[in-house]
Protein backbone atom coordinates (compact mmCIF):
# COMPACT_ATOMS: atom_id res chain seq x y z
CA UNK A 1 0.00 0.00 0.00
CA UNK A 2 1.08 3.61 -0.45
CA UNK A 3 1.93 4.15 3.21
CA UNK A 4 3.94 0.97 3.04
CA UNK A 5 5.64 2.19 -0.21
CA UNK A 6 6.36 5.49 1.38
CA UNK A 7 7.68 4.31 5.23
CA UNK A 8 8.38 0.77 4.60
CA UNK A 9 12.68 -0.49 4.17
CA UNK A 10 15.10 1.80 2.87
CA UNK A 11 17.86 2.17 3.53
CA UNK A 12 18.90 5.56 6.02
CA UNK A 13 20.34 8.23 3.53
CA UNK A 14 23.67 10.35 4.44
CA UNK A 15 22.89 13.94 6.27
CA UNK A 16 24.22 17.40 7.00
CA UNK A 17 23.23 20.12 8.89
CA UNK A 18 23.83 23.76 8.38
CA UNK A 19 23.83 26.22 11.25
CA UNK A 20 24.42 30.11 11.46
CA UNK A 21 26.79 31.90 14.11
CA UNK A 22 24.34 32.99 16.54
CA UNK A 23 23.61 36.78 17.51
CA UNK A 24 23.31 36.72 21.57
CA UNK A 25 23.68 34.79 24.19
CA UNK A 26 20.33 33.25 24.28
CA UNK A 27 20.60 32.12 20.61
CA UNK A 28 24.09 30.69 21.24
CA UNK A 29 22.44 28.35 23.79
CA UNK A 30 19.63 27.30 22.02
CA UNK A 31 22.56 26.84 18.76
CA UNK A 32 24.17 24.32 21.05
CA UNK A 33 21.03 22.40 22.22
CA UNK A 34 20.31 21.73 18.76
CA UNK A 35 23.66 20.92 18.02
CA UNK A 36 23.23 18.16 21.00
CA UNK A 37 20.52 16.73 19.72
CA UNK A 38 21.35 16.88 15.63
CA UNK A 39 24.51 15.00 16.05
CA UNK A 40 22.99 11.83 17.74
CA UNK A 41 22.57 11.70 14.00
CA UNK A 42 25.69 11.47 12.93
CA UNK A 43 25.84 13.65 10.17
CA UNK A 44 28.88 13.57 6.97
CA UNK A 45 29.60 17.18 8.08
CA UNK A 46 27.61 20.89 9.58
CA UNK A 47 28.49 23.79 7.77
CA UNK A 48 28.33 27.38 9.36
CA UNK A 49 27.69 29.94 7.44
CA UNK A 50 29.20 33.24 7.01
CA UNK A 51 27.73 36.59 6.68
CA UNK A 52 27.06 38.18 3.11
CA UNK A 53 29.84 40.83 3.66
CA UNK A 54 32.45 39.09 5.99
CA UNK A 55 30.14 40.35 8.41
CA UNK A 56 30.16 37.35 10.59
CA UNK A 57 33.72 36.19 10.26
CA UNK A 58 34.82 36.51 13.58
CA UNK A 59 31.38 34.72 15.13
CA UNK A 60 31.91 31.93 12.08
CA UNK A 61 35.11 31.41 13.45
CA UNK A 62 34.10 30.73 17.37
CA UNK A 63 31.32 28.24 16.20
CA UNK A 64 33.94 26.52 13.98
CA UNK A 65 36.14 26.55 16.63
CA UNK A 66 33.54 24.71 19.12
CA UNK A 67 32.55 22.41 16.79
CA UNK A 68 35.75 21.61 15.72
CA UNK A 69 37.34 21.61 19.17
CA UNK A 70 34.46 19.75 21.40
CA UNK A 71 31.89 18.34 19.61
CA UNK A 72 33.62 15.59 17.71
CA UNK A 73 31.68 16.86 14.33
CA UNK A 74 33.46 17.36 11.14
CA UNK A 75 32.70 20.89 10.20
CA UNK A 76 32.72 23.09 7.22
CA UNK A 77 33.15 26.80 7.29
CA UNK A 78 31.33 28.92 4.61
CA UNK A 79 33.56 31.38 2.92
CA UNK A 80 32.60 34.03 0.87
CA UNK A 81 34.62 36.22 -1.82
CA UNK A 82 32.61 39.69 -0.80
CA UNK A 83 34.58 42.59 1.07
CA UNK A 84 38.05 40.98 1.14
CA UNK A 85 41.14 40.53 -0.67
CA UNK A 86 42.96 37.16 -2.09
CA UNK A 87 45.59 37.48 1.13
CA UNK A 88 42.93 38.07 3.77
CA UNK A 89 41.01 35.20 2.68
CA UNK A 90 44.05 33.26 2.36
CA UNK A 91 44.74 33.43 5.99
CA UNK A 92 40.97 32.91 6.70
CA UNK A 93 41.67 29.05 5.29
CA UNK A 94 44.78 28.38 6.40
CA UNK A 95 43.80 29.42 9.86
CA UNK A 96 40.93 26.53 9.35
CA UNK A 97 43.71 24.24 7.92
CA UNK A 98 45.77 24.92 11.40
CA UNK A 99 42.94 24.23 13.50
CA UNK A 100 42.13 20.79 12.05
CA UNK A 101 39.34 21.67 9.67
CA UNK A 102 39.44 19.62 6.17
CA UNK A 103 36.29 21.04 4.79
CA UNK A 104 35.57 24.35 3.52
CA UNK A 105 31.88 25.29 1.44
CA UNK A 106 33.45 27.99 -1.05
CA UNK A 107 30.63 30.73 -1.97
CA UNK A 108 30.99 34.09 -3.94
CA UNK A 109 28.41 35.86 -1.45
CA UNK A 110 25.88 37.82 -1.71
CA UNK A 111 26.88 41.46 -2.95
CA UNK A 112 26.86 44.17 0.05
CA UNK A 113 23.73 45.37 1.11
CA UNK A 114 22.18 41.89 0.29
CA UNK A 115 21.01 39.68 -2.76
CA UNK A 116 19.01 41.98 -5.33
CA UNK A 117 21.86 44.32 -5.25
CA UNK A 118 24.49 44.90 -8.08
CA UNK A 119 27.67 42.55 -7.07
CA UNK A 120 30.87 44.06 -7.59
CA UNK A 121 34.11 42.11 -7.35
CA UNK A 122 36.60 42.99 -4.66
CA UNK A 123 39.89 44.94 -5.58
CA UNK A 124 42.58 42.13 -5.40
CA UNK A 125 39.99 39.83 -4.45
CA UNK A 126 38.96 36.42 -5.69
CA UNK A 127 36.00 37.21 -7.85
CA UNK A 128 34.27 34.19 -8.17
CA UNK A 129 33.25 30.95 -6.44
CA UNK A 130 34.94 29.52 -8.72
CA UNK A 131 38.40 31.43 -8.95
CA UNK A 132 38.12 31.00 -4.73
CA UNK A 133 38.02 26.97 -5.71
CA UNK A 134 41.02 27.65 -7.67
CA UNK A 135 42.69 29.19 -4.61
CA UNK A 136 41.65 27.38 -1.97
CA UNK A 137 43.20 23.98 -3.55
CA UNK A 138 46.73 25.87 -4.58
CA UNK A 139 46.92 25.88 -1.05
CA UNK A 140 45.67 23.30 1.34
CA UNK A 141 44.26 19.70 0.12
CA UNK A 142 40.43 20.79 1.72
CA UNK A 143 37.91 19.02 0.61
CA UNK A 144 35.60 21.55 -1.36
CA UNK A 145 31.82 22.21 -1.80
CA UNK A 146 30.21 24.78 -3.78
CA UNK A 147 27.07 26.30 -4.29
CA UNK A 148 24.17 24.61 -7.15
CA UNK A 149 20.74 26.50 -8.16
CA UNK A 150 18.16 23.94 -9.28
CA UNK A 151 16.51 26.79 -10.36
CA UNK A 152 19.74 28.84 -11.77
CA UNK A 153 21.12 31.86 -9.72
CA UNK A 154 19.06 34.90 -9.65
CA UNK A 155 21.75 36.75 -11.69
CA UNK A 156 22.95 34.36 -14.74
CA UNK A 157 22.31 35.47 -17.71
CA UNK A 158 20.98 31.92 -18.69
CA UNK A 159 20.50 28.35 -17.07
CA UNK A 160 22.88 26.93 -19.57
CA UNK A 161 25.82 29.22 -18.28
CA UNK A 162 25.08 28.40 -14.60
CA UNK A 163 25.63 25.22 -15.14
CA UNK A 164 28.59 26.01 -17.29
CA UNK A 165 29.59 27.79 -14.26
CA UNK A 166 28.97 25.09 -11.85
CA UNK A 167 30.75 22.78 -13.94
CA UNK A 168 34.24 25.21 -13.76
CA UNK A 169 33.36 25.57 -9.91
CA UNK A 170 34.09 21.48 -10.10
CA UNK A 171 37.02 21.42 -12.68
CA UNK A 172 38.75 23.49 -10.20
CA UNK A 173 38.48 21.35 -7.96
CA UNK A 174 35.68 21.11 -5.88
CA UNK A 175 34.43 17.46 -5.04
CA UNK A 176 30.46 18.21 -4.00
CA UNK A 177 27.58 20.72 -4.46
CA UNK A 178 25.02 21.73 -2.04
CA UNK A 179 22.05 22.97 -3.51
CA UNK A 180 19.81 26.04 -3.22
CA UNK A 181 16.59 25.36 -1.27
CA UNK A 182 13.70 24.15 -3.92
CA UNK A 183 10.05 23.00 -3.21
CA UNK A 184 9.31 21.53 -7.13
CA UNK A 185 11.11 17.90 -6.89
CA UNK A 186 10.72 17.67 -10.08
CA UNK A 187 12.92 20.64 -10.78
CA UNK A 188 15.67 19.33 -8.93
CA UNK A 189 15.81 15.77 -10.52
CA UNK A 190 15.70 17.79 -14.00
CA UNK A 191 18.89 19.80 -12.82
CA UNK A 192 20.25 16.50 -11.95
CA UNK A 193 19.82 15.50 -15.17
CA UNK A 194 21.13 18.26 -16.69
CA UNK A 195 24.21 18.26 -14.66
CA UNK A 196 25.20 14.54 -15.52
CA UNK A 197 24.59 15.22 -19.29
CA UNK A 198 27.01 18.30 -18.63
CA UNK A 199 29.46 15.58 -17.55
CA UNK A 200 29.29 16.58 -14.02
CA UNK A 201 29.34 13.50 -12.05
CA UNK A 202 29.98 14.73 -7.98
CA UNK A 203 27.56 14.94 -6.08
CA UNK A 204 24.90 17.57 -5.97
CA UNK A 205 23.50 16.93 -2.89
CA UNK A 206 20.08 18.45 -2.11
CA UNK A 207 19.74 21.24 0.18
CA UNK A 208 16.27 20.93 1.99
CA UNK A 209 14.70 23.67 3.80
CA UNK A 210 11.63 22.88 6.32
CA UNK A 211 9.24 26.11 6.43
CA UNK A 212 7.20 26.87 9.15
CA UNK A 213 7.03 30.79 8.10
CA UNK A 214 5.36 31.07 4.66
CA UNK A 215 5.54 34.74 4.70
CA UNK A 216 9.25 35.42 5.09
CA UNK A 217 10.21 32.11 3.37
CA UNK A 218 8.33 34.08 0.05
CA UNK A 219 10.23 37.32 1.08
CA UNK A 220 13.65 35.20 0.98
CA UNK A 221 12.96 33.16 -1.92
CA UNK A 222 12.09 35.83 -4.09
CA UNK A 223 15.29 37.39 -3.50
CA UNK A 224 17.40 33.77 -4.40
CA UNK A 225 15.28 32.87 -7.12
CA UNK A 226 13.41 29.76 -5.62
CA UNK A 227 9.69 29.51 -6.39
CA UNK A 228 7.31 28.73 -3.93
CA UNK A 229 4.40 27.03 -5.34
CA UNK A 230 0.82 28.03 -4.58
CA UNK A 231 0.24 24.55 -2.99
CA UNK A 232 2.55 25.92 0.20
CA UNK A 233 0.46 29.57 0.60
CA UNK A 234 -2.93 27.30 0.84
CA UNK A 235 -1.08 24.96 3.26
CA UNK A 236 0.19 27.60 5.65
CA UNK A 237 -3.09 29.86 5.29
CA UNK A 238 -4.73 30.98 8.35
CA UNK A 239 -2.29 29.30 10.50
CA UNK A 240 -0.35 32.75 11.03
CA UNK A 241 -1.28 32.75 15.11
CA UNK A 242 -1.00 28.83 15.46
CA UNK A 243 2.52 27.81 15.43
CA UNK A 244 2.17 24.61 16.47
CA UNK A 245 0.46 23.49 13.58
CA UNK A 246 2.54 25.45 11.42
CA UNK A 247 5.56 22.80 13.07
CA UNK A 248 3.23 19.69 11.75
CA UNK A 249 2.00 20.86 8.34
CA UNK A 250 5.48 22.14 8.10
CA UNK A 251 7.29 18.31 8.73
CA UNK A 252 4.76 16.64 6.89
CA UNK A 253 5.94 18.85 3.88
CA UNK A 254 9.46 18.53 4.37
CA UNK A 255 8.89 14.45 4.87
CA UNK A 256 6.84 14.57 1.84
CA UNK A 257 9.74 15.98 -0.26
CA UNK A 258 12.47 13.98 1.02
CA UNK A 259 10.61 10.78 0.61
CA UNK A 260 10.12 11.24 -3.04
CA UNK A 261 13.43 12.23 -3.64
CA UNK A 262 14.84 9.08 -1.74
CA UNK A 263 12.70 7.28 -4.15
CA UNK A 264 14.68 8.51 -7.20
CA UNK A 265 17.90 7.53 -5.49
CA UNK A 266 19.03 10.28 -3.87
CA UNK A 267 20.99 9.32 -0.83
CA UNK A 268 22.32 12.56 0.39
CA UNK A 269 20.56 15.61 1.91
CA UNK A 270 21.49 18.78 3.70
CA UNK A 271 19.24 20.82 6.28
CA UNK A 272 18.81 24.19 6.37
CA UNK A 273 18.26 23.99 9.99
CA UNK A 274 18.12 27.65 10.97
CA UNK A 275 19.33 26.79 14.29
CA UNK A 276 16.38 24.08 15.09
CA UNK A 277 16.71 20.86 15.62
CA UNK A 278 12.93 19.63 15.65
CA UNK A 279 11.63 19.60 12.15
CA UNK A 280 14.84 18.32 11.30
CA UNK A 281 15.04 15.42 13.50
CA UNK A 282 11.67 14.42 12.57
CA UNK A 283 12.52 14.55 8.83
CA UNK A 284 15.28 12.56 9.47
CA UNK A 285 13.69 10.37 11.37
CA UNK A 286 11.73 9.74 8.95
CA UNK A 287 14.16 8.99 6.21
CA UNK A 288 15.54 6.37 9.19
CA UNK A 289 18.25 8.47 10.36
CA UNK A 290 18.25 7.71 13.93
CA UNK A 291 20.66 8.46 17.14
CA UNK A 292 22.71 5.48 17.35
CA UNK A 293 23.30 2.12 15.35
CA UNK A 294 21.72 -0.12 17.72
CA UNK A 295 18.09 -0.68 19.05
CA UNK A 296 16.73 2.52 20.74
CA UNK A 297 16.64 1.03 24.39
CA UNK A 298 20.02 -0.66 24.16
CA UNK A 299 22.25 0.60 26.62
CA UNK A 300 25.41 0.19 25.14
CA UNK A 301 23.97 2.97 22.45
CA UNK A 302 26.35 6.06 23.33
CA UNK A 303 24.82 8.49 20.31
CA UNK A 304 20.90 7.27 21.84
CA UNK A 305 22.25 8.76 24.99
CA UNK A 306 23.92 11.74 23.99
CA UNK A 307 20.29 12.53 21.71
CA UNK A 308 18.58 12.87 25.33
CA UNK A 309 16.26 9.99 24.82
P1 LIG B 1 29.15 31.87 -8.15
O1 LIG B 1 29.21 30.42 -8.40
O2 LIG B 1 30.38 32.67 -8.28
O3 LIG B 1 28.04 32.45 -9.14
C1 LIG B 1 27.39 33.70 -8.87
C2 LIG B 1 26.73 34.23 -10.13
O4 LIG B 1 27.72 34.76 -10.99
C3 LIG B 1 25.98 33.20 -10.94
O5 LIG B 1 24.89 33.84 -11.54
C4 LIG B 1 27.02 32.78 -11.98
O6 LIG B 1 26.40 32.22 -13.11
C5 LIG B 1 27.71 34.10 -12.25
N1 LIG B 1 29.11 34.02 -12.64
C6 LIG B 1 30.05 33.14 -12.23
N2 LIG B 1 31.24 33.43 -12.81
C7 LIG B 1 31.04 34.52 -13.56
C8 LIG B 1 31.90 35.32 -14.38
N3 LIG B 1 33.20 35.03 -14.53
N4 LIG B 1 31.37 36.39 -15.02
C9 LIG B 1 30.07 36.70 -14.89
N5 LIG B 1 29.21 35.98 -14.12
C10 LIG B 1 29.69 34.92 -13.47
N6 LIG B 1 25.94 33.47 1.03
C11 LIG B 1 26.68 34.04 2.02
O7 LIG B 1 26.93 35.24 1.98
N7 LIG B 1 27.15 33.29 3.08
C12 LIG B 1 26.94 31.96 3.17
O8 LIG B 1 27.36 31.33 4.13
C13 LIG B 1 26.17 31.32 2.12
N8 LIG B 1 25.95 29.98 2.13
C14 LIG B 1 25.31 29.39 1.06
C15 LIG B 1 25.16 27.98 1.03
C16 LIG B 1 24.53 27.37 -0.04
C17 LIG B 1 24.41 25.87 -0.06
C18 LIG B 1 23.98 28.16 -1.09
C19 LIG B 1 23.24 27.51 -2.23
C20 LIG B 1 24.10 29.54 -1.07
C21 LIG B 1 24.78 30.17 -0.01
N9 LIG B 1 24.97 31.55 0.03
C22 LIG B 1 25.68 32.14 1.05
C23 LIG B 1 24.40 32.41 -1.02
C24 LIG B 1 25.42 32.66 -2.15
O9 LIG B 1 26.53 33.35 -1.66
C25 LIG B 1 24.70 33.51 -3.19
O10 LIG B 1 23.71 32.74 -3.83
C26 LIG B 1 25.59 34.20 -4.19
O11 LIG B 1 24.82 35.17 -4.87
C27 LIG B 1 26.24 33.28 -5.23
O12 LIG B 1 27.23 32.51 -4.69
P2 LIG B 1 27.90 31.32 -5.56
O13 LIG B 1 28.97 30.75 -4.73
O14 LIG B 1 26.85 30.45 -6.07
O15 LIG B 1 28.53 32.21 -6.74
Redesign the pocket.
Known sequence: NRLEHRFGARKPPKVSF?FFPPKSEKAEASLWKTVDRLKGLSPEFVSV????DGSTRERTHDVVKQLSDNSGLATMP?L?C?GADQSEIDDIADGYWDMGVRRI??????PVGG?GEK?QPHAGGY????ELVSGLTKRHDFEIA????PEA?P??PSAR??LD?LKR?FDNGASMA???YFFDTDVYLRFRDACVLAGIEKPIIP?ILPVTNYATTKRFSDA?GTKVPDWMADAFDGLDNDAETRNMIAANIAIEQVLALQAEGIDEF?FYTLNRADLCFAVCHALKVRPGKTAPNDPESTNWRLAGY
Open positions: ETYGAHTVMALRGDAYPYAAVAAYHEAFDNKVTQGCH
